[in-house]
């Protein structure tokens, strides 16, 4: 049985729960009743209940990559001038890899992002936007700020949710130094910027430099492993 959401569709037909051409586009694949109707429905499959399960046992490597399809999904959606506005971490679910999909186009183990319900799509990119009035979300505002550059309060709350995804895979286990840093940076130092925020990165430079850290990584569990299985060797000789 396939569980579905249906919600009545006040927005307008670019929203990224519509468009479902690009495979950089991280909102689950939903279908539009007809526009003629007077309350058009949005109807897409329910993939909450899978949460963050496939993360659980993920070494760091693979953690990192559900991290940077995330951080993909929010720099696709800044290209399309649109700012999410309540990034967190129950607004991101991952498909299983069970087949078959609930939808066609559902692909197995892509993180996806959900509710759009206070998502803006603006007239000026990132880099260019001043600051708006920031809806009720999830993740605090720093210092109480309630105007910020649309664009730059994802990227403060992208941060909180890459370490919540690094955290559910770790668990009590500390972040490498690495990781600290690069967290530290998309969270920033906010100064209540009025106009296009500097204090911390764009969505594209975040992810950027996280492929980069992903890459490191490979090569370091790569090392490791090759390390455990040399070890491993030499234990078998002298045993022998």
């Given at each position: 049985?396939?569980?579905?959401?249906?919600?009545?569709?006040?927005?307008?037909?670019?929203?990224?729960?519509?468009?479902?051409?690009?495979?950089?586009?991280?909102?689950?694949?939903?279908?539009?009743?007809?526009?003629?109707?007077?309350?058009?429905?949005?109807?897409?499959?329910?993939l909450?209940?899978?949460?963050?399960?496939?993360?659980?046992?993920?070494?760091?490597?693979?953690?990192?990559?559900?991290?940077?399809?995330?951080?993909?999904?929010?720099?696709?959606?800044?290209?399309?001038?649109?700012a999410?506005?309540?990034?967190?971490?129950?607004?991101?679910?991952?498909?299983?890899?069970?087949?078959?999909?609930?939808h066609?186009d559902?692909?197995?183990?892509?993180?996806?992002?959900?509710?759009?319900?206070?998502?803006?799509?603006?007239?000026?990119?990132?880099?260019?936007?001043?600051?708006?009035?920031?809806?009720?979300t999830?993740?605090?505002?720093?210092?109480?700020?309630?105007?910020?550059?649309?664009?730059?309060?994802?990227?403060?709350?992208?941060?909180?949710?890459?370490?919540?995804?690094?955290?559910?895979?770790?668990?009590?286990e500390?972040?490498?130094?690495?990781?600290?840093?690069?967290?530290?940076?998309?969270?920033?130092?906010?100064?209540?910027?009025?106009?296009?925020?500097?204090?911390?990165?764009?969505?594209?430079?975040?992810?950027?430099?996280?492929?980069a850290?992903h890459?490191?990584?490979?090569?370091?569990?790569?090392?490791?492993?090759?390390?455990?299985?040399?070890?491993?060797?030499?234990?078998y000789?002298?045993s022998?």
């Amino acid at each position: 049985m396939t569980i579905v959401h249906i919600r009545i569709w006040y927005g307008q037909y670019t929203n990224p729960e519509v468009q479902q051409c690009c495979p950089r586009n991280p909102a689950i694949p939903g279908e539009l009743t007809p526009p003629e109707v007077d309350h058009p429905l949005l109807i897409m499959p329910a993939l909450q209940q899978n949460g963050m399960m496939p993360i659980l046992n993920a070494n760091l490597y693979d953690t990192l990559g559900f991290c940077l399809q995330f951080m993909e999904g929010v720099e696709y959606l800044h290209d399309q001038h649109i700012a999410h506005l309540d990034l967190c971490a129950d607004n991101v679910v991952t498909a299983s890899d069970v087949r078959p999909q609930p939808h066609p186009d559902v692909i197995p183990g892509k993180l996806y992002i959900i509710d759009f319900g206070f998502s803006r799509q603006l007239s000026l990119g990132p880099g260019a936007h001043p600051a708006i009035k920031l809806p009720p979300t999830q993740v605090p505002k720093p210092n109480g700020v309630e105007h910020l550059d649309p664009y730059s309060w994802d990227v403060y709350c992208a941060a909180d949710v890459v370490r919540e995804i690094i955290q559910t895979s770790r668990g009590q286990e500390p972040l490498p130094i690495i990781l600290q840093v690069y967290l530290r940076w998309l969270t920033g130092r906010e100064r209540g910027c009025v106009e296009s925020c500097r204090c911390r990165p764009t969505a594209r430079r975040a992810r950027q430099v996280l492929v980069a850290i992903h890459w490191l990584v490979g090569i370091q569990e790569s090392c490791q492993g090759v390390l455990r299985r040399a070890t491993g060797v030499v234990q078998y000789l002298f045993s022998s």
